[in-house]
């Protein structure tokens, strides 16, 4: 008798270890990664598993038989197994969601979700080009078709189809080959009849096959590669990197180059050569740039071996890809963070561009870091990690100076073009002279000139809605969501209303103070749905395009947006943070930002970093064509060394003074940050777990874990304490992320497992402090 270790994929922290089943004689194949259904507990419940090993005896006195297998031929191969037990053993996650992570949804479901269609195809009697059928009567033989002059036999009277569209169908498919049904039909404005009754004459065949759904499809259909021509700079760089992938050890650089400098030219011939080699790649972006013409860059250049992989597929789309990918029918993955799973085999290379991007770090269990997942897999294949931005993440920039990454430079932008000319406008001043309005006086005047040049701008604003807060001038209380702590947003769509950006809850505006009762009510702050309209109002010559979570709510509104601005159907281009990032708008040669301050003071270690950042990008979106670029900068504290850095496109000097201050405080690179969130539905049982979970963390640190250098703080309140009814607390440690930090971690979250309506949540490095 043979035995499987079984490790469930949904139970909590606690019970989460491998399970001994028995493998019934009719289940004799299966290995190690395979998806089974076992049963579990008293009730012995159907539950799925993945077998993670497989043994001849075993020390259990009772085993139950595992009840049947997923799949033959879709399982968890070596090395996807072991990825899994990494990000178990990494972020402190059960096996079962990291199971769930790293294969899609669909696949427990697959029969379900594999699609099939009819395909029609000419009956090979038929592909010699004759144009005439026997009668109805006749049955025909594979070559009782005859050429064109020849005598038939007298058993099959020669007549022409009787049909148009009969005929259509004929010369159709002589030209096209086989074609799904109901292309064929669409094509020809016809029904499925005259289809139908050609076959039942045996002249044509309908068969049922299974199709992949790729959405993308029509992009690989493209006139082919156009040729990369790199500057001098860039040639250099790709030399360097080519070197790197052909040495055959794993490797990780940093690509830093300036806004504008063709750092995707550098990886497009970087891509070329590893494929060429025979190896796979993988490409993430964030998700804000993955647009249709980022992936058709890809798609026309590798046709149909590129697979897309992001959020917005549905699963059954996701579900094909993931096949087409295990199924070796792929070279090149593009993707956003979970792309880093794909089941590709030989990899050469794994791109991260916009490394710095808060996206590629998951909030939700596994909270794995995609940079973290994609070293592991470049070390198991001897690959070459590939990060890229213009304004690296601390962490990656601090290890390329130190040389653990190697780092390579592009300095000058691409084909001449020069960096824009960055003014600072102090809004204070705006102020004192009676502007009140969002857009100050310089932005307007260049706003204004724009059109008549033929030239495009993009604003930035990383708020939405009408107006941020609802406040009483009597009692100075801020209108609040009753389920969250967090201030409720003004937005006037469908007659206005107030929505919990947290939550979502929405709500009337009340007409007077839900605290004391006064009339006196206010709204203050502004987002991007007022800039719309004062500067709609302003300059109503401008045709203005707002892009945020409110106008991109549909599959591929985003996407529609960027190619009807891209096309010239708007002047302006207003937005968030999608708006600053991976863009290229030749037309683009004034940016401006309307509130530069508005992430510099949250209490984040990460804040002047993320300003920074956005800064930057934003900034580098103007002047990437021959037309030199502006930008205009608003703020309320104009002589902020940050926002001077980022005028001036200074990333080193940026580096240089902050890292000082990361070095004297001890934040990341120069630890990691771990944060313990516990969270409970009423504060009384939080407080209580709270203090429980302060004195056995002081316990274990005097004592098993006396060894390990740790600065812990808290607990506290959460910065948003209330979150759609749940209350959170959290404690802040300051640790090196090792197998013996992660053993402490994991010791408070086996036993808060026994906590009673209170759950514990460990995370490493998290990209938002709330």
């Keep these: 008798m043979r035995f499987a270790m079984v490790r469930l994929l949904d139970t909590p922290f606690h019970v989460d270890r491998p399970y001994t089943y028995e493998l019934p004689p009719h289940l004799p194949d299966i290995r190690r990664g395979y998806l089974v259904r076992v049963p579990f507990g008293r009730a012995n419940r159907a539950v799925w598993g993945v077998v993670t090993d497989?043994?001849?005896?075993?020390?259990?006195?009772?085993?139950?038989?595992?009840?049947?297998?997923?799949?033959?031929?879709?399982?968890?191969?070596?090395?996807?197994?072991?990825?899994?037990?990494?990000?178990?053993?990494?972020t402190l996650c059960t096996v079962g969601e990291a199971v769930r992570t790293v294969v899609p949804a669909a696949l427990f479901a697959q029969k379900a979700n594999i699609k099939y269609e009819k395909t029609v195809a000419l009956a090979p009697a038929l592909r010699d080009g004759a144009d005439r059928v026997p009668d109805e009567g006749a049955v025909p033989d594979e070559g009782a078709v005859p050429d064109e002059g020849a005598v038939p036999d007298k058993g099959a009277v020669p007549v022409k189809l009787r049909s148009p569209a009969q005929r259509a169908v004929i010369d159709y498919l002589r030209q096209r080959g086989a074609v799904p049904l109901a292309a064929l039909c669409a094509a020809l404005s016809i029904s499925a009849a005259p289809v139908k009754a050609?076959?039942?004459?045996?002249?044509?065949?309908?068969?049922q096959r299974e199709v992949y759904r790729n959405p993308y499809e029509s992009l690989s259909l493209c006139?082919?590669?156009?040729?990369?021509?790199?500057?001098?700079?860039?040639?250099?760089?790709?030399?360097?990197?080519?070197?790197?992938?052909?040495?055959?050890?794993?490797?990780?650089?940093?690509?830093?180059?300036?806004?504008?400098?063709?750092?995707?030219?550098?990886?497009?011939?970087?891509?070329?050569?590893?494929?060429?080699?025979?190896?796979?790649?993988?490409?993430?972006?964030?998700?804000?740039?993955?647009?249709?013409?980022?992936?058709?860059?890809?798609c026309g250049r590798y046709g149909e071996r590129v697979a897309v992989i992001h959020s917005a597929l549905s699963a059954g789309e996701r579900f094909d890809a993931w096949r087409r990918m295990?199924?070796?029918?792929?070279?090149?993955?593009?993707?956003?963070?979970?792309?880093?799973?794909?089941?590709?085999?030989?990899?050469?290379?794994?791109?991260?561009?916009?490394?710095?991007?808060?996206?590629?770090?998951?909030e939700s269990a596994p909270k794995y870091h995609a940079r973290d997942v994609a070293a592991w897999r470049c070390g198991r294949h001897g690959a070459l990690l590939l990060l890229s931005s213009a304004t690296p993440s601390f962490e990656s920039y601090y290890k390329a100076k130190e040389g653990k990454y190697t780092l390579v430079t592009l300095k000058e932008r691409y084909g001449g073009a020069v960096l824009p000319k960055a003014t600072i406008v102090d809004m204070r001043e705006e102020l004192r002279?009676?502007?009140?309005?969002?857009?100050?006086?310089?932005?307007?005047e260049a706003l204004s000139e724009l059109r008549a040049r033929g030239e495009q701008a993009i604003l930035f604003l990383n708020r939405r809605g009408y107006h941020t807060s609802l406040q009483c001038k009597s009692c100075g209380e801020?209108?609040?969501?009753?389920?969250?702590?967090?201030?409720m947003t003004q937005h006037t769509v469908s007659g206005g209303y107030l929505l919990c950006h947290c939550c979502g809850y929405r709500t009337d505006i009340p007409r007077q103070c839900t605290a004391c009762g006064s009339r006196h009510i206010a709204?203050?702050?502004?987002?991007?749905e007022r800039a719309e309209s004062e500067i709609s109002l302003d300059m109503t010559e401008l045709r203005i395009m707002r892009m945020d979570a409110d106008t991109t709510t549909g599959k591929y509104a985003y996407d529609r947006l960027l190619e009807q601005f891209r096309a010239g159907e708007a002047d302006v281009l207003l937005g968030t943070q999608m708006v600053t990032k991976g863009h290229d708008f030749p037309k683009v040669t004034l940016v401006g930002v309307l509130l530069a301050d508005l992430s510099l003071y949250i209490s984040d270690f990460r804040a002047s970093e993320r300003t920074f950042s956005l800064l930057t990008q934003v900034i580098g979106r103007a002047g990437r064509a021959k037309d030199p670029g502006v930008a205009i900068i608003q703020t309320f504290n104009p002589e902020h060394a940050v926002i001077g850095y980022a005028c001036r496109q200074d990333y080193e000097g940026f580096y240089d003074s902050e890292i000082e201050l990361r070095r004297a405080l001890f934040f990341p690179p120069f630890c990691d940050i771990a944060t313990l969130t516990l969270t409970a539905e009423q504060e009384p049982p939080l407080f209580e777990a709270a203090k429980r979970l302060s004195e056995r963390m002081?316990?274990?640190?005097?004592?098993?874990?006396?060894?390990?250098?740790?600065?812990?703080?808290?607990?506290?309140?959460?910065?948003?304490?209330?979150?759609?009814?749940?209350?959170?607390?959290?404690?802040?440690?300051?640790?090196?992320?090792?197998?013996?930090?992660?053993?402490?971690?994991?010791?408070?979250?086996?036993?808060a497992g026994s906590w009673r309506r209170v759950s514990l949540g460990v995370d490493f490095n998290p990209m938002n402090m709330a």
């Design 433 to 444: 002279q009676g502007n009140t309005s969002p857009v100050s006086r310089p932005l307007r």
């Design 523 to 528: 709204f203050v702050g502004f987002g991007t």
């Design 223 to 298: 006139d082919g590669p156009t040729p990369i021509v790199l500057s001098r700079c860039q040639q250099a760089a790709y030399e360097q990197l080519r070197a790197l992938c052909e040495a055959g050890q794993a490797r990780c650089a940093l690509l830093h180059g300036v806004t504008g400098s063709g750092k995707t030219n550098v990886m497009m011939r970087l891509i070329d050569h590893v494929i060429a080699e025979g190896k796979k790649v993988i490409v993430m972006v964030p998700e804000i740039a993955l647009t249709p013409q980022t992936v058709g860059i890809f």
């Design 54 to 90: 497989l043994s001849e005896q075993t020390d259990t006195p009772r085993t139950k038989p595992v009840i049947a297998t997923l799949s033959d031929t879709l399982y968890l191969d070596e090395e996807m197994l072991g990825l899994v037990m990494f990000l178990a053993e990494y």
């Design 698 to 751: 002081t316990e274990l640190v005097k004592t098993d874990f006396a060894d390990l250098p740790l600065m812990v703080f808290g607990p506290f309140e959460a910065k948003i304490y209330k979150a759609a009814e749940k209350y959170r607390m959290k404690m802040l440690v300051k640790c090196r992320q090792t197998p013996r930090t992660r053993e402490l971690f994991r010791t408070l979250l086996l036993e």
């Design 198 to 207: 050609l076959a039942d004459k045996g002249w044509l065949r309908i068969e």
């Design 478 to 487: 801020v209108l609040s969501c009753p389920h969250c702590s967090v201030s």
């Design 326 to 362: 295990a199924g070796g029918q792929v070279d090149l993955v593009i993707g956003t963070r979970s792309a880093v799973f794909a089941p590709l085999s030989p990899l050469g290379l794994i791109v991260i561009d916009e490394e710095h991007e808060h996206t590629y770090k998951s």
